[in-house]
């Protein structure tokens, strides 16, 4: 509990305190820094395992989401030859594309990812790429 400044009988529990103050407490890692810390752990899994897919693409999305587009792509590259049946890589890969103004490897990644997904039965995503390739062809 934490007491608040002329209320030492009915202290305030820290549970009450705004979710958004603790983002503000000295000492604390900005954004920035938390997303360079939780890319340096999964780079620390692949150093262990190269192969762990869900650490690689975490790594790209990471790497995708901070604007570090080639870098992102550079991992979806070594995910899918590592991992062709990884059907999230080639979608997210393709919007990574797509945010980069990449129109024709976006829809080329697609294309690879739809005939991916329907090769394992995930229409779910099958539809979802189409979609985007739809999007792309107009």
């Known amino acids: 509990m934490l007491a608040v400044a002329g209320q030492t009988e009915h202290p305030v529990p820290v549970s009450a305190i705004p979710v958004n103050y603790a983002n503000h407490l000295p000492g604390r890692k900005p954004p920035k820094t938390r997303l360079m810390d939780k890319i340096a752990g ?12 869900f650490a690689r693409y975490g790594v790209a999305m990471a790497l995708a989401g901070s604007g570090e587009t080639d870098e992102a792509l550079k991992e979806f590259d070594t995910l899918l030859a590592n991992d062709p049946g990884y059907t999230a890589g080639y979608f997210m890969a393709a919007q990574t594309l797509a945010a980069a103004g990449r129109r024709p490897q976006a829809i080329e990644r697609l294309k690879a990812g739809i005939a991916c997904a329907s090769r394992t039965g995930n229409q779910h995503a099958v539809s979802e790429m189409q979609a985007m390739l739809d999007e792309l062809d107009r």
């Open 42 to 53: 999964l780079r620390d899994i692949l150093a262990l395992d190269p192969n762990n897919s």
